[in-house]
């Protein structure tokens, strides 16, 4: 699950990229309105955590553009009591959902979750390849009846191919989302969690979910 979160102060910005990151989220932090807008139509994010006070351009100015653009991604809107604007006006702008600030980090995580559940139409509740599926509200990985444990990395890296299923992808692409954008390291570390994954989903059920592409990256087969 790749989030953006638009916040211009860092303090609150660092706190919640951290608790988020810890829940198994993969976080992008800007902050500023024209940062926002450009980050929020350039990548591919599961949902964006917007606040309104920002500097140069309103969230609100941010939603707005965004929409006006056709970008349908889920956006939670941080709004301020006594701002200037209040939680109706989000909700005209067509924001998702709305905390007031300040809120409690316990009840952020349950907003996010229940927007990326509701998310776009097209994303199906649970997903499946065979009898290979993942439930991403309850964060369970079955093989038929059998239960898998993944790590957080592992459900984060295995949700992202079952959701291109049939794609080939680059391991850049899958660092992309999968790890953060930002992330400065070796991109082997893709090849090192994609065998972590078929220790658990395919060696002990001698199957070959996920295929090396070679010059490419990783297909998950269908
Ligand atoms: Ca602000």
Redesign the pocket.
Not at 51 to 54: A, N, Q
């Given at each position: 699950m790749r989030l953006l979160i638009v916040?211009?102060?860092r303090e609150l910005a660092e706190t919640l990229r951290r608790g988020l990151v810890a829940e198994g989220f993969t976080v992008d932090v800007v902050h500023t309105g024209p940062d926002g807008l450009w980050s929020a139509a350039e990548h591919d994010y599961d949902t964006v955590v917007l606040?309104?006070?920002?500097p140069e351009l309103s969230g609100y100015e941010v939603l707005k553009r965004l929409r006006t653009k056709e970008n349908w991604t889920p956006i939670l809107m941080l709004t301020a009591k006594d701002g200037e604007y209040d939680e109706a006006d989000a909700f005209d702008l067509g924001a998702d959902d709305y905390l007031s600030k300040p809120f409690s980090f316990v009840v952020l995580v349950a907003r996010l979750r229940a927007l990326l559940r509701r998310g776009a139409p097209a994303r199906p509740a649970v997903l499946a390849a065979g009898d290979l599926k993942l439930d991403p509200a309850a964060r369970t990985v079955h093989r038929g009846e059998r239960r898998i444990v993944l790590t957080t990395r592992e459900f984060g890296l295995l949700d992202f191919l079952l959701r291109r299923q049939g794609a080939a992808l680059s391991k850049n692409e899958i660092l992309g989302h999968v790890w953060d954008a930002h992330y400065e390291g070796d991109e082997n570390v893709v090849e090192v969690y994609v065998g972590y994954l078929r220790r658990k989903i395919d060696a002990p059920f001698g199957t070959h979910t996920i295929e090396t592409v070679r010059g490419v990256g990783y297909r998950l087969v269908t």
């Open positions: 916040e211009d102060e606040d309104i006070m920002l």
